[in-house]
């Protein structure tokens, strides 16, 4: 069978993927000729062509991709078709909306790699709906879901050679929606810009894979009412640089934000929503304007309800944090992080974590959906390739 | 002949940066025999039209682009290089830079007025270079020493003299601006800062011109939180209330009053202004407590009714009390002292006196005469530009 299929690779001289496509068509029909086509796929992916990179020590830090993604429009108009382009700075005006009124929103998508070589999307529509409703709270017009899906596969499948391989890290996908055009009084911008670019990465926090060390902050509130909490714009993170950065200097992993109102109620950490598990109870907040409604985060929810667990959604006071057994953050960019310990008001909580925990129970099914390893029954996963 | 086509040339902030580059590498000779170039050329433009080809009489608030913009970069230790001009035209980012990407961004607004005898006047343009170092110190930016900042504000003005407009129609408003430029994609304070200064020639901020404002109550969307970054001029406090700013435009008010965010009881600003109410002898103004914007133009106008012998009043200010008041102003660089002619809570609206012979008047008066040199500068609030 094997002679068979090279012999129809150089007299089709088509790529490689795409005669595959063709001939799982024919090994549907033929097991020995699938498992043929299986070994034949991972010979293939040796063969592919990576970046130079150190895979093994992937960290969050910017390693641009070769290609972005971008696309226009007037602020009554519609975004006509982007194109991809190589990696590199980008003209504004010193006037844009961008930089004189915060008038921008962005998203974070993974692609990972699957361990046949396969590229895999994770609910990227998800990204899209999301970036729509953002729009609208910042008075932009946004891609339609389409537009924004095929961006973002684009710009995956253009940037393959950076995805890195399976289980060393992911290609993390940054869609940026940004009023460029000039304004000089306080109103929307009259042009809009839809970048989509790339970078490979490996664990968010330089603690990597082991527990976050978290702070209660009680000065500065992530949101308010009425805010753009709930929407995914650059706005709501400049402001909490200051409670980050100050509490990094005392060897926290990250800030967790309370209600701006009581001062009483968790809302979610700098870049990723928190849960804290009590037995076989798994609470998050509710989003309920002040929280951005992450994508993680719900696809964990779900998971979680599958496996049998009350999952809640409410106002979860501060002491349930404290009095919890586990506490772990979502997020696309740092995946199911375990909580190691929790310090409000100099008082430290430590929680369980480890293999047995909830949160890697809930980390493992959904990594494994991520990467194509456990079977994709919700139709979560995109193939790009 | 090269220099003058380059000089010419939309998008030349590469070029300048390579003159600043020649003075950055050591080639100092070099470097000043260029500057020394550009210098006569900014004189010989200026001379050749006292003003630009604008409409005088139809300035609004809208970008009209001037000839020359200042720039400078902070390199990792913090420190800002010395800036220069460029022709007014597109920059060059990153597309992971922090104020794309995390909103990490200060503007400042100021005007440069054109007195009677010709003088070109800015007013208090220090109290801007501080609180812009003071907005940057909230948001973990690098900023510009106050002296970075003036030269740069002064060397805008000056290569757009022939912007700023003739006594009476305007004036040329600068936006500093300091952004995060360096790129950054976990959620962190940029590694390297630019500061840019570009003007606009403009008269009136509202559409209405100098008619009386109508402003709206808004009780959902607040414009601060107490721990957020409402006392400082952050990018970050103003795309989040354009949705309001349009909800209230399209129900023909002119602009939105905000409430504080904990108990949406108490007064506190205008989307870009601050705001007095006036009863009697007395004028009230909100308590910049950190939420509000400490207004230039507001710290101004309450010396000049103290100075008059109003009793003035910095303190929580409950809505209620919009009632009660007989006159209302919102005060700012962009807005000036523009009177409120009636302010609508909840389906109630109540109406102020406008005109001559009122407070906000009287203390529009003094402080435009002051800005355009009418008026003696008794207080060393003006700095002439030559």
Not at chain 2, 96 to 115: H, V, W
Request: glycine share 10%.
């Amino acid at each position: 069978m094997i002679k068979t299929i090279s012999s129809l690779r150089k007299s089709l001289a088509l790529p490689i993927h795409l005669h595959i496509r063709t001939l799982q068509t024919f090994s549907k029909y033929n097991a020995q000729a699938a498992s043929a086509l299986e070994e034949r796929e991972k010979l293939f992916y040796q063969n592919e062509e990576y970046a130079d990179m150190d895979w093994d020590n992937l960290g969050f830090a910017l390693t641009p991709a070769d290609y972005m993604y971008v696309m226009k429009c007037s602020k009554d108009g519609d975004f006509t078709k982007g194109e991809l382009t190589r990696f590199g700075n980008i003209e504004l005006s010193p006037s844009a909306g961008v930089l004189n009124y915060g008038q921008a929103i962005y998203e974070g998508t993974k692609a990972y790699r699957k361990d046949n070589g396969k590229l895999l999307l994770f609910r990227p529509d998800h990204n899209a709906v999301r970036m729509q409703h953002g729009a609208e709270r910042m008075l932009m017009p946004s891609p339609s879901v389409d537009q924004f899906v095929d961006a973002v596969k684009q710009t995956a499948f253009a940037n393959k050679r950076w995805v890195p391989p399976s289980g060393k890290g992911s290609l993390y996908i940054r869609p940026l929606l940004m009023g460029t055009g000039p304004v000089l009084g306080l109103g929307p911008a009259p042009e809009y810009t839809f970048i989509v670019y790339a970078s490979p990465v490996g664990n968010y926090f330089k603690e990597g894979v082991a527990a976050l060390n978290l702070y209660v902050e009680e000065e500065h509130a992530r949101a308010a009412p009425g805010g753009s909490g709930g929407v995914k714009s650059i706005t709501n993170y400049a402001p909490v640089l200051k409670a980050l950065s100050r509490a990094k200097s005392l060897g926290y992993s990250d800030v967790l934000y309370l209600d701006s109102v009581k001062k009483k109620y968790l809302e979610e950490a700098s870049a990723c929503n928190v849960f804290v598990v009590k037995g076989r109870t798994i609470s998050t907040p509710a989003t309920n304007g002040t929280i951005l409604e992450g994508i993680t985060r719900k696809s964990v929810m779900e998971i979680a309800c599958d496996q049998g667990y009350q999952v809640v959604e409410k106002a979860v006071h501060v002491d349930e944090v404290m009095d919890a057994d586990e506490v772990f953050c979502t997020g696309t960019a740092v995946g199911v992080a375990p909580v190691g310990t929790i310090t409000y008001q100099d008082k430290r909580v430590e929680y369980e974590t480890g293999d047995e925990s909830v949160c890697q129970k809930l980390r493992s099914v959904l990594v494994g959906i991520q990467t194509g390893l456990v079977e994709d029954t919700k139709g979560w996963v995109t193939c790009i390739n | 002949m090269a220099l003058r086509c380059l000089l010419k040339s939309p998008t030349t902030s590469s070029y300048i940066s390579k003159i600043c580059g020649f003075r950055m590498h050591g080639t100092k000779a070099v470097a000043s025999v260029v500057e020394e170039h550009v210098s006569a050329m900014l004189r010989s433009e200026r001379e050749d039209g006292e003003y630009a080809d604008v409409d005088w009489d139809n300035l609004g608030f809208s970008l009209v682009p001037t000839d020359y913009m200042f720039a400078t970069r902070s390199c990792k230790e913090g420190n800002f290089e010395q800036g220069c001009l460029s022709r007014y035209g597109n920059m060059e980012l990153n597309p992971a830079a922090g104020i794309l990407n995390y909103g990490q961004g200060l503007i400042e607004g100021m005007k440069a007025y054109r007195g009677e005898d010709g003088r070109v006047l800015m007013f208090r343009p220090e109290l801007n270079a501080m609180r812009m170092k003071n907005g940057a110190e909230r948001m973990c930016m690098h900023s510009p020493s106050v002296q970075q900042f003036m030269e740069g504000v002064k060397q805008t003005v000056l290569a757009n003299k022939r912007w700023v407009p003739p006594p009476g129609k305007g004036s040329l408003y600068l936006r500093p601006l300091l952004f995060g430029s360096g790129a950054s994609l976990g959620v962190s304070a940029a590694s390297e800062y630019t500061f840019v200064v570009f003007g606009s020639p403009v008269q009136n901020y509202f559409k209405e011109g100098t008619a009386a404002l109508n402003l709206y109550v808004e009780e959902v969307v607040p414009r601060a939180y107490i721990g957020g970054t409402g006392a400082v001029k952050a990018i970050s406090n103003y795309g989040p209330v354009l949705d309001a700013m349009r909800r209230a435009k399209a129900r023909g008010f002119s602009d939105v009053l905000y409430l504080d965010a904990e108990t949406k009881k108490n007064i506190e600003e205008v989307s870009a202004a601050n705001i007095f109410l006036v009863k009697g002898n007395t004028i009230v103004t909100p308590a910049t407590n950190g939420t509000i914007l400490r207004g230039i133009i507001r710290e101004s106008v309450i010396e000049i009714a103290l100075d008059l012998g109003y009793k003035v009043e910095e303190r929580v200010v409950p809505v209620e009390e919009i009632k009660e008041a007989e006159e209302v102003f919102c005060t700012g660089t962009a807005a000036g002292i523009a009177s409120v002619g009636s302010i609508t809570f909840q389906n109630t609206r109540t109406e102020y006196k406008v005109g001559d012979g009122l407070v906000t008047q009287q203390l529009r008066s003094i402080l435009v005469g002051i800005q355009t040199g009418s008026i003696q500068d008794t207080k060393h609030w003006i700095l002439e530009i030559d």
